[in-house]
């Protein structure tokens, strides 16, 4: 079983709808959890950081985290073709030390 | 506040050279992560340093390895480069916060080409 997983898509949806991204993990005792987007060829760009059960929101973004389900995802409002990228899942695990695991990434793709 | 810098941006080098790559941490922050990027993967932990010192490894040969200086930049360092150490180099700064945790931004990463 992977560490972090995450469907790779890619995950088509029409402009102005919501985009739901999953990611579920392996370690129950994580404790800090990310999404990051990443444009082709440039480098991930943070989100959102979520640290407890329940809803967070920014903006057009709301992180959900579920510690008992182990899942964590990301819900994208009005989604735009500016959206498109592959969104990154975080996980920093409780080993002790502050590196995070990344998921493969889901690509989003956003029709106008 | 300036953010992550890293450089060089490309760099093309042949299977056994060594390379260094560098990054500059973003204003207040004291620690520096390298990632290694394949094509098509998430971001993959090197190591990490804090106070200079190494505060933590991943799954990587001692040919990987890394400084840490006064002023928080840092630099990668890869031995004996092989075909597979082909990818992108990311740097992430954050303010670490013993008990706390950090969180991490990165830099705009260089790509590494082995011939």
């Known amino acids: 079983q992977k560490e972090v997983e995450q469907n790779s898509g890619p995950l088509s949806v029409p402009e102005g709808a919501i985009a739901s991204l999953n990611c579920t993990y392996s370690d129950r005792g994580s404790q800090s959890f990310f999404w990051y987007r990443q444009y082709s060829g440039k480098s991930p760009e943070l989100i959102m950081s979520i640290y407890s059960n329940g809803d967070k929101e920014d903006g057009r973004f709301t992180a959900q985290l579920n510690k008992a389900s182990q899942y964590v995802s990301l819900l994208i409002r009005d989604s735009q073709p500016s959206d498109s990228a592959t969104y990154l899942c975080a996980v920093n695990p409780s080993s002790g030390t502050y590196k995070y695991i990344f998921g493969t990434g889901t690509r989003l793709k956003v029709l106008a | 506040e300036t953010g992550v810098t890293q450089s060089p941006t490309h760099l093309i080098k042949t299977r056994g050279q060594q390379v260094t790559l560098r990054c500059s941490s973003q204003?207040?922050?004291?620690?520096v992560s390298w990632y290694q990027q394949a094509l098509g993967q998430g971001p993959q932990f090197i190591f990490q340093?804090?106070?200079?010192?190494?505060?933590g490894r991943g799954n990587f040969p001692p040919r990987f390895s890394g400084l840490q200086f006064p002023n928080y930049s840092s630099e990668l360092n890869v031995n004996a480069l092989e075909l597979d150490d082909s990818a992108l180099y990311l740097c992430?700064?954050?303010?670490?916060?013993?008990?706390?945790?950090?969180?991490?931004?990165f830099g705009p990463g260089t790509r590494l080409t082995v011939l």
């Open positions: 992430a700064s954050s303010l670490f916060v013993a008990g706390m945790g950090d969180t991490q931004y």
């Open positions: 340093y804090y106070r200079e010192e190494e505060n």
């Open positions: 204003s207040g922050h004291n620690t």
